[in-house]
């Protein structure tokens, strides 16, 4: 068995300090980009790679486009420090020459520790970097180096004869005291350290059917491949085989996880109902039109689930006022029918005096008891409304997450529908089944209006049913989109103004409360900045608002309602409106640094206009510069990675009001992880999956998982063991997670 530097017996869970040459300081900056074992280091994968294989001399670099990465063979010829006017720093160049006299110059902003040291005249070494011309001259800026100990015959050199140069070379995502150098001479250490310690996941008939490569080989061909990989690749069949069998992984494993785990939650038993219908024709006689199909198809799917002896777990997903909420209440009439009792739990109180308000009208001439209970009601009012839901009187209960709380008892709890997503954690799931009939779980159905792409919903939503609503009721008002450069903000106040004239009124969302919130943020726009600015300036005269997350919720609900009774013409805000009241007389939304948004959850914030009869607008601002001018460059520019320009990616809102293409493309240019505007708990994050990608590979990984789950349940024929052994390690884990969280 491998032993580490102090003797230690090395396994895959092996802290990465107690490998070679890295210890407690490097093995922290590792622990801050999350590579904490040695078997994270072989998951750590190259941002990029670059052709290393052909070594250049000085003399032709002046025929080659500037920009390219070049690798240099030359001999040092003389250094200097340049003091740099009105810093402390000095600027570091370095002369050097080929075989032939051509000199290229290489320079550095500032010299780093041992440099001149290490640098010396006389030295054969080699260089690699971006090609630049300074002057006319070939130049490199803050080149990759190494010395060598003589000038090799390059002759008869065997390649790869580095790590750096001569091959393939893997680029990584850089970090603070850890060079490209010492990634690569780390990974390189752990692959030979670790992977005769891998076991293959795959059972091997499975990798022989998708001509998939063994784990180690895969691992091994992604941190220093033997030819150049082609990543550009748009099809899953066009990447490289150790990429695609690594890709195969991720959706096997999570796939599987998802099977296992629904099989360790036996189905809750439930009380079935027989659909009768009778109060659901009430309800289709109190509104004014007839249901899409969409919602007709949605109604049928949650009916039959009501219908079965085990409990319903369903999710309802549909665009921004495609009338989720009436599939939900069409579904609560045949539970109430029924004699059983529905509640409806809304994410904040406003929301839940809205969807009261719209039970109550379309349940008036059902003889149905729909009652509101929130943490502001009084307490006669509340004592009264409990006593209401116990007796059983109160058949459809809308409010808060409240209501499965202990102090309310409920008579005979048969269905709860969450609006917006909401994952019941075991005490929540507890608290729900000591709330329904004994011996029985409530049917859940959860609506959401961020419409998740097919591939997504298989893993975000595994476990639950998925009904989809995908057409809009006819009559909804079409929302006018536009972007514009921050130097055009003038025309987005005089619009406010004039449909504050004409007693219309306005969003403004910004992303950040304050500009002290997050560090390096001092450019992006913020709502207390901006409240005082607007209010002494641009919209001086109007009567502004303004609401942010960092309020007590009452002073939230407070300002909300407010804006709802017409008291504000303006409303400045944080995303807190993402999910809220309808308010039929604003017109207009304005999102400050869209760019720094999802394009999901500008759709969302977008549909917070136009829910009355009146003409909207969607102004999303931007300084960041329009089609024809390069964009910016990323954080990670030094890397060679360039940002899909912003403006383009916003435009895409212009050009469409379907939700579901919109997810799609923010699927695309985002990733999983980030589909919903920030990291949340229980998204999957693959490391090298693109979902819009590889979609196709994701359903063939799913059916095996299926198959194999089908055949082997427990995992216990002999070529499921690692299989087995890595379940039963991913449940510890989380085991530890649960108990230290």
Not at 190 to 214: F, H, I, N, Q, V
Not at 514 to 536: H, P, T, Y
Not at 674 to 701: H, I, N
Request: with cysteine; charged share 25%; proline share 6%.
């Amino acid at each position: 068995m491998p032993t580490s530097k102090g003797s230690r017996a090395l396994t895959l869970s092996t802290p990465l300090q107690y490998t070679k040459g890295v210890g407690p300081a490097r093995a922290g900056a590792f622990a801050r980009k999350g590579i904490v074992t040695l078997q994270d280091a072989l998951y750590y994968f190259p941002r990029r790679y670059e052709d290393r294989r052909r070594l250049c001399q000085p003399q032709d670099l002046a025929t080659l486009p500037e920009g390219i990465q070049v690798t240099v063979l030359a001999r040092i010829e003389r250094s200097r420090e340049i003091p740099l006017r009105g810093r402390k720093q000095s600027l570091f160049e370095l002369m050097v020459m080929g075989e032939k006299g051509d000199l290229l110059v290489c320079t550095w902003f500032h010299v780093f520790k041992g440099m001149k040291e290490k640098l010396v005249p006389g030295q054969w070494a080699i260089f690699q970097g971006a090609l630049k011309k300074y002057r006319g001259a070939p130049q490199i800026v803050h080149p990759d180096v190494e010395v060598l100990q003589a000038k090799p015959d390059t002759n008869t050199m065997t390649s790869p004869v580095s790590l750096h140069w001569g091959r393939v070379v893997p680029i990584y995502s850089r970090s603070e005291k850890l060079s490209q150098k010492f990634i690569r001479e780390t990974l390189f250490s752990c692959l030979e350290t670790g992977l005769p310690l891998l076991r293959d996941l795959l059972p091997a008939p499975l990798r022989e059917k998708y001509s998939l490569p063994g784990l180690a080989e895969s691992l091994r061909e992604m941190h220093f491949p033997q030819e150049m990989p082609r990543l550009e690749a748009t099809t899953t069949d066009t990447l490289p085989p150790p990429v695609r069998r690594l890709i195969f992984e991720e959706f096997f494993k999570f796939q599987l996880v998802l099977l296992m785990d629904r099989a360790g939650i036996q189905p809750e038993p439930a009380l079935p109902l027989r659909i009768k219908g009778r109060v659901a024709q009430t309800l289709r006689s109190a509104i004014p039109y007839k249901l899409t199909q969409a919602q007709e198809r949605a109604i049928a799917e949650i009916l039959g689930d009501l219908q079965k002896p085990e409990a319903m777990n369903r999710i309802v997903q549909g665009d921004v006022g495609s009338g989720k909420t009436l599939v939900a209440l069409f579904t609560a009439a045949e539970v109430v029918e029924n004699g059983f009792q529905v509640a409806l739990m809304a994410p904040t109180e406003i929301l839940a005096e809205q969807h009261f308000l719209t039970a109550q009208k379309i349940f008036a001439e059902s003889g149905v008891d729909v009652a509101l209970l929130t943490g502001s009601l009084p307490k006669a009012k509340k004592e009264e409304m409990q006593a209401r839901i116990a007796s059983g009187k109160a058949a459809l209960v809308i409010g808060t997450h409240a209501l499965i709380q202990e102090a309310v008892n409920w008579h005979k709890l048969s269905l709860v529908i969450v609006d917006e997503q909401h994952r019941f954690g075991v005490r929540q799931r507890v608290a729900l089944k000591e709330k329904a009939v004994p011996g029985t779980f409530p049917h859940i159905l959860t609506m959401t209006a961020t419409p998740i792409p097919r591939s997504l919903a298989l893993t975000v939503f595994g476990e639950l049913d998925v009904s989809t609503i995908d057409e809009l009721p006819p009559g909804r008002q079409d929302i006018a989109t536009k972007v514009i450069r921050g130097g055009d903000r003038h025309k987005l106040y005089n619009l406010i103004r004039k449909e504050a004239a004409d007693k219309k009124q306005s969003y403004i969302v910004y992303p950040l409360v304050s500009n002290s919130d997050k560090e390096g943020m001092e450019k992006i726009r913020s709502v207390e900045m901006e409240f005082e600015r607007l209010q002494a300036e641009a919209l001086a005269g109007l009567r502004l608002g303004m609401v942010h997350g960092q309020m007590p919720a009452e002073e939230r609900t407070r300002i909300m309602r407010a804006f709802k009774d017409h008291e504000y013409d303006v409303l400045i805000s944080t995303t807190v409106i993402e999910v809220g009241v309808d308010v039929p007389n604003a017109t207009v939304i304005a999102v400050e640094n869209a760019e720094r948004f999802g394009l999901s959850q500008l759709h969302q914030l977008r549909g917070r206009v136009g829910r009355g009869a009146h003409k909207s607008y969607c102004v999303l601002v931007t300084d960041t510069p329009p089609p024809g001018v390069l964009p910016a460059q990323s954080e990670n520019a030094e890397e060679g990675v360039l940002d899909e320009s912003p403006w383009v990616r916003l435009m895409v809102l212009e050009k469409t009001r379907s939700g579901f293409e919109i997810a799609e493309h923010d699927l695309k240019i985002r990733g999983p992880g980030d589909f919903f505007g920030t990291k949340q708990s229980g998204s999957p994050s693959f490391q090298l999956a693109d979902l819009s990608r590889d979609a196709q590979l994701l359903e063939v990984a799913r059916q095996e998982a299926q198959e194999i789950f089908r055949r082997d349940p427990k995992l216990e024929l002999p070529e499921h063991q690692e299989l087995r052994k890595w379940f039963d390690l991913t449940l510890d884990e989380a085991a530890v997670t649960l108990k230290s969280g």
